[in-house]
């Protein structure tokens, strides 16, 4: 196991348990139902902590209070350290809309719509269920083969 795991743990709390599983700093004997079986404890820990006497001697502080004031002061401080001037401000907006269509293409349909879809049934592909819903938004906007629609996009 790895080291990682303790500071994931320490500095992100939960994000940080579920990022070291996902990585691979801590495995479980039991394949089947380690994981399981540490989910519930912690929900059982949780659950029974309030009404523990040694939850109500330790006051205020609790080790989930501790991870999670360590990660929320680590996020704030990185946030505080960034300057958003308007050069970063442009790499900002390059970053999170200037991305591909081929991007697009792997969990889109053709009609490259990014929002969700009106499906009737679980088998229905993602393209008809997504040419429903834009029929039914023409039908609710009573758009007519007359009107001229200007498509803004919404991102």
């Known amino acids: 196991h ?3 795991f303790y500071w994931k743990v320490m500095t992100h709390a939960d994000l940080g348990l579920a990022d070291a599983y996902i990585n691979g700093d801590f495995s479980f004997v039991d394949k089947d139902s380690g994981l399981l079986n540490l989910i519930m404890i912690l929900i059982a820990n949780r659950d029974g902590s309030s009404k523990s006497n040694h939850a109500k001697k330790r006051g205020w502080w609790t080790p989930m209070f501790l991870t999670a004031g360590l990660a929320s002061a680590k996020y704030f401080l990185k946030h505080v350290s960034r300057q958003n001037t308007l050069t970063q401000a442009r790499r900002n907006i390059s970053r999170h809309y200037d991305l591909s269509n081929e991007l697009f293409g792997f969990f889109l349909d053709d009609t490259m719509t990014y929002s969700a879809a009106v499906f ?3 088998d229905e592909d993602l393209k008809t269920a997504q040419m429903r819903k834009i029929y039914l938004l023409i039908d609710k906007a ?4 007359n009107h001229e629609v200007l498509e803004i996009g919404c991102g």
Do not use: A, G, H, L
């Open 120 to 122: 009737k049934s679980e």
């Open 142 to 145: 009573r758009i007519e083969r």
């Open 2 to 4: 790895s080291p990682q």
